[in-house]
């Protein structure tokens, strides 16, 4: 008889790194670091470009808040993404991520979430989720369900980060691809 499928969490607990904690109150972005011109190296995951805005995924017993890098809380601004979170089987995870709008050829279009990012009215918001919807492009698990992962190589947090993302091309939600060695 095969051995039962472990969990998300199962596996992401035996990772170096990984230990037990509470939801941390000092999380913050992982931002990208700048380099005098372009390299490769053994080891390292390059992310992808989106150009979009940088968010703090909180879930946290269900309830999901989306954080900017100074701390404000943008969840009201992208409903969708909050609707697709709060879906998730998962009740409490902290993940980094990018939010963006694609254009009709599927690229990411600054201009347009700029318009989104400047409405407040519940009703402006709404009608500019049918007009401009957002994609948010996952990096990074930083915490999930009692564990803080960020002492854990990127690699492992993202395979466990990929399986808790939904494949579905219709959803807000995507994992952010890497290239591995190549700047």
Do not use: C
């Not at 017993?61 to 954080?67: K, M």
């Not at 994609?135 to 690699?155: I, M, N």
């Not at 980060?161 to 959803?171: F, G, Q, V, Y």
Request: proline residues 8%.
């Amino acid at each position: 008889m095969p051995a039962p499928a472990k969990t998300p969490r199962q596996r992401l607990e035996h990772k170096d790194g990984v230990r037990r904690a509470d939801l941390p109150s000092d999380l913050k972005l992982m931002l990208a670091g700048t380099a005098d011109r372009p390299f490769s190296r053994k080891g390292w995951l390059f992310e992808l470009k989106y150009d979009g805005f940088r968010l703090l995924v909180v879930k946290a017993r269900g309830e999901v808040r989306l954080l900017s890098r100074r701390g404000n809380d943008l969840s009201a601004a992208y409903p969708e993404v909050v609707k697709a979170l709060e879906a998730l089987p998962h009740p409490s995870l902290v993940i980094d991520g990018e939010v963006v709008v694609l254009d009709a050829r599927g690229r990411p279009s600054f201009q347009s979430l700029q318009k989104r990012a400047m409405l407040v009215s519940p009703r402006e918001i709404a009608e500019a989720a049918r007009r401009w919807p957002v994609v948010l492009y996952a990096f990074d698990l930083l915490w999930f369900d009692g564990l803080d992962a960020r002492r854990a190589k990127l690699s492992d947090r993202k395979e466990v980060l990929r399986e808790l993302i939904p494949r579905d091309p219709a959803s807000p939600l995507r994992f952010s691809d890497h290239v591995e060695d190549r700047g």
